[in-house]
């Protein structure tokens, strides 16, 4: 399985910004899958995740500013990013929990940059 994330960029805060994952590589079915962000110095946390039902769940920090999506057909996820702040500049990582795998796959990151 493969995952390529892109839609990241240079946005003045107050901006939004739509960031798209998409896996391939085969047959699969996917469980969770997440948006993660790691800034400079930082460890890499969990931004949002989506579960295979469609249940949703977010940090505080991004809650109501950002929305997580799937289209399980096309096997996308998306993380609508609104109102962008400073500091949510950093490397977004997606990842995906296969149904039989017991590990996630990443993918590669895309940076955000949110000038002030």
């Known amino acids: 399985v493969q995952l390529q994330a892109s839609g990241g960029g240079l946005v003045q805060a107050g901006g939004s910004l739509r960031l798209a994952c998409v896996a391939s590589g085969g047959s699969f079915s996917i469980n969770t899958m997440g948006w993660y962000r790691q800034a400079p110095g930082n460890q890499r946390d969990v931004v949002a995740s989506?579960?295979?039902?469609?249940?949703?769940s977010y940090a505080g920090s991004v809650k109501g500013r950002f929305t997580i999506s799937r289209d399980a057909a096309e096997n996308t996820l998306y993380l609508q990013m609104n109102n962008l702040k400073p500091e949510d500049t950093g490397v977004y990582y997606c990842n995906a929990y296969v149904v039989g795998v017991g590990y996630a796959y990443w993918g590669q990151g895309t940076q955000v940059t949110v000038s002030s």
């Open positions: 989506i579960s295979s039902r469609g249940v949703t």
